[in-house]
């Protein structure tokens, strides 16, 4: 279970950096290799140099992109360095300069490229340190961190000839693709051609790479699926990566036990965590005594406004349990704050000024020991 669950947590498990995980991992695929292939219809790359899971999920999310990135230019930039690496041999050594070159010619008819402004050498500076971390190349002298100064700093590179492995691939010509909708619309094909197959993948694969399954209707396909497989599906879910499943009238989530967590968990240590807790316990609170209406699939639609009158409420009532950066933020900044983190955890989703909180608000929940008003939180927390 455990070698399965670093299949899910990682890009990939390389040999030259994680040489014992490698083996071990390698030694039990016979055990879940089936569940990967078949329920998740994810495709397994094991070759001398890496194991990879190519986790293609159902549908995409705002969380599913590389966390190190913070602008769209980063993945232009990444674009074209997987493209410059395409045409260098494996240990094939090469300087930053030669690599920023080619970047900018592969780049300059879809954007703006100046290195010399700040902004754009930090985007550099994101994709090529992430490319380290995932092994695609090695910095054998010099160090891409300082070029947030200068462009001028030279780094000797060497391709790791990973780059090859990098990029999923798919089994249809995706080159006329403009948006990620565009494979979303492509598996709807998929679906009318194996539908009963591809429904299992979606269903598991929704249930695998996100905080939460939801359904527009309790007579859409995928909840009658998963109510009629429920056994089966708990079973293999239980098996090969731990946790339980637990399905509701609006959704289904698969959670990890509390002793037995892994990868990106909610809630977490961060102060933020457990004020949205706290908000979903007044919200739940609210609406089991009637003063908010919910609708077939448990969802709950109000204006902005009204979210921010709860959260400042639940500040009021909670706010000595808080560090002093949330004591002393405003509420606007601390609404985005929250908004972006139960966004994230698909717990509601922004409409305009209109937000729709999803049933995980009423299953996740918190509050405070009676004791707690007394103490104040670490200045340091």
């Avoid at 999920?57 to 410059?84: K, N, V």
């Avoid at 239980?238 to 909610?266: K, M, P, R, S």
Wanted: glycine residues 6%; negative net charge; hydrophobic residues 40%.
């Amino acid at each position: 279970m455990k070698e399965a669950r670093e299949l899910v947590m990682r890009y990939w498990i390389n040999r030259a950096t994680d040489r014992e995980l490698y083996f071990r991992v390698k030694r039990e695929l016979p055990l879940f290799r089936k569940f990967f292939t078949e329920q998740l219809g994810w495709r397994l790359i094991v070759n001398e140099r890496i194991i990879k899971l190519e986790k293609v999920p159902a549908q995409a999310e705002s969380f599913m992109g590389i966390q190190e990135f913070s602008d769209i230019r980063d993945y232009c930039i990444l674009c074209a360095l997987l493209i410059f690496l395409e045409d260098r041999e494996d240990d094939e050594q090469f300087l930053l300069s030669e690599l920023v070159d080619m970047i900018s010619l592969q780049l300059k008819e879809h954007m703006e490229v100046d290195w010399t402004e700040f902004n754009q050498r930090k985007s550099l500076i994101r994709a090529l340190q992430y490319a380290e971390s995932v092994g695609l190349l090695v910095a054998n002298d010099g160090s891409s961190s300082k070029l947030s100064g200068v462009i001028d700093e030279e780094v000797l590179y060497e391709n790791t000839g990973l780059s090859r492995y990098f990029a999923t691939s798919f089994n249809r010509d995706i080159s006329k693709f403009t948006e990620y909708h565009d494979f979303e619309m492509e598996n709807v094909t998929e679906i009318e051609e194996d539908r009963g197959h591809y429904r299992i993948n979606r269903v598991y694969r929704k249930l695998v790479t996100s905080p939460a399954m939801y359904w527009p209707a309790a007579d859409a396909p995928d909840a009658i699926y998963l109510k009629n497989q429920r056994q089966w599906v708990a079973k293999n879910l239980v098996t090969y990566l731990g946790g339980n499943l637990q399905i509701h009238q609006g959704g289904a989530f698969f959670v990890q036990d509390e002793d037995d967590t892994y990868g990106i968990v909610h809630p977490n240590e961060t102060m933020l965590s457990g004020i949205v807790l706290f908000l979903c316990a007044k919200i739940r609170q609210l609406a089991v005594e009637g003063h908010l209406q919910r609708d077939f699939n448990d969802c709950i639609f109000m204006e902005q406004s009204e979210f921010m009158s709860y959260l400042q409420a639940c500040k009021e009532a909670g706010e000595k349990g808080w560090s002093k950066e949330y004591r002393e933020m405003g509420l606007e900044k601390m609404t985005e704050h929250t908004l972006n983190y139960m966004e994230y955890w698909l717990m509601l989703r922004r409409d305009g000024n209109q937000i729709v909180l999803y049933p995980a608000v009423g299953k996740f929940t918190g509050a405070y020991p009676k004791d707690f008003k007394n103490k104040v939180v670490n200045e340091d927390e």
